[in-house]
């Protein structure tokens, strides 16, 4: 059963840069065919999907948050991340990884993260 595990800072100051990792386990993201997804949920707010990478290696991303977001992987490791440049205090959120059959899920699936808090602040 694929297992996901997000890792970061949990504070980071504004303007920077949030970078966050997902550990992949009992699941391969070169061979088993899902999006693997970024999510977030601010604090009162809705689920936010902020993008995706297939097993092929496509990036996906949400269109409110092209311009500022960049996901990748590391195969040797099982890994993939996600970078938020020019953080906000509006960036605040709970941030998931997660494997999906689909795109643009907001939605918890059977496949996500426990989550991690990152709080943006100086």
């Known amino acids: 059963q694929v297992q996901l595990q997000e890792s970061g800072p949990g504070l980071v100051k504004p303007s920077q840069t949030l970078s966050l990792t997902c550990t992949v386990s009992?699941?391969?993201?070169?061979?088993?065919?899902?999006?693997w997804s970024w999510i977030r949920q601010p604090p009162g707010k809705a689920m936010e999907w902020l993008g995706a990478i297939d097993s092929s290696g496509s990036i996906y991303y949400g269109s409110s948050f092209k311009p500022r977001t960049a996901i990748s992987r590391n195969t040797s490791k099982n890994q993939f991340t996600l970078q938020l440049t020019s953080v906000t205090p509006e960036d605040t959120a709970v941030y998931y990884c997660?494997?999906?059959?689909?795109?643009?899920?907001?939605?918890?699936?059977?496949?996500w993260g426990q989550g991690t808090q990152v709080t943006v602040s100086s």
């Open positions: 009992g699941g391969s993201i070169t061979t088993d065919y899902y999006f």
């Open positions: 997660a494997a999906e059959d689909r795109l643009d899920v907001t939605t918890r699936g059977d496949y």
